[in-house]
Antibody, heavy 117, light 106 residues
Framework: QVQLVQSGAEVQKPGSSVRISCKAS?????????FSWVRKAPGQGLEWMGR????????EYTQKFQGRLTITADDSTSTVYLELSSLRSDDTAVYYC?????????WGQGTLVTVSS | EIVLTQSPATLSLSPGERATLSCRAS??????LAWYQHKPGQAPRLLIY???TRATGIPARFSGSGSGTDFTLTISSLEPEDFAVYYC????????FGQGTKLEIK
């Protein structure tokens, strides 16, 4: 079973960017697996943001984040990245990477991103 | 975009009681629906997929039903560890989650 280990908490200022990593161990990273990012903001529900299929190096994003979200994968290190730009206070959330499609069976531990001046 | 509406927002029950949680989709998702359990400080846990199939290791007291636009998660007899927030998720048209139902101890 794959394990997903995410990078640590971040504090960022409004207007800046953040990059979070998610390293996969166990299983085959280069197989036809899909990795997604889901976030949980305070007082809100879970929100799917986008996904990457490493073997195809293809990424897709929900319309809400088009233009400021980039999800990439590095086969050499079995790591998936999320980069979110033009941060706002309402981007404060716990960000989770997940593996699986169309349902999310494996999850990272979550990374808290706080956007504050 | 498919919107999932969960009800009730909060459900107060005691251990041993039966819990019934609902999820309604704004348009048909066939049986392409999952349920997750989410506890504070933990990652969400997949419970049910394809509306009624239990994920690996999920106890039999959890069951799912429904198709089209109306779905139900039932917990037959609540254990203390079942008190959490529950989300439904559709995969018929991209992915989206409901806003969650908080299951709290009465």
């Amino acid at each position: 079973q794959v394990q997903l280990v995410q990078s640590g908490a971040e504090v960022q200022k409004p207007g800046s960017s953040v990059r979070i990593s998610c390293k996969a161990s166990g299983g085959s990273f280069s197989a036809r697996h899909t990795f997604s990012w889901v976030r949980k903001a305070p007082g809100q529900g879970l929100e799917w943001m986008g996904r990457v299929v490493p073997i195809f190096h293809s990424s897709e994003y929900t319309q809400k984040f088009q233009g400021r979200l980039t999800i990439t994968a590095d086969d050499s290190t079995s790591t998936v990245y999320l980069e979110l730009s033009s941060l706002r206070s309402d981007d404060t959330a716990v960000y989770y990477c997940t593996k699986g499609s169309p349902y999310f069976a494996d999850w990272g531990q979550g990374t808290l991103v706080t956007v504050s001046s | 975009e498919i919107v999932l509406t969960q009800s009730p927002a909060t459900l107060s029950l005691s251990p041993g009681e039966r819990a019934t949680l609902s999820c309604r989709a704004s348009q048909s998702v066939n049986t392409y629906l999952a349920w997750y359990q989410h506890k504070p400080g933990q990652a969400p846990r997949l419970l049910i997929y394809d509306a009624s199939t239990r994920a690996t290791g999920i106890p039999a007291r959890f069951s799912g039903s429904g198709s089209g636009t109306d779905f139900t998660l039932t917990i037959s007899s609540l254990e203390p560890e079942d008190f959490a927030v529950y989300y439904c998720q559709q995969r018929s048209n991209w992915y989206s989650f409901g806003q969650g139902t908080k299951l709290e101890i009465k």
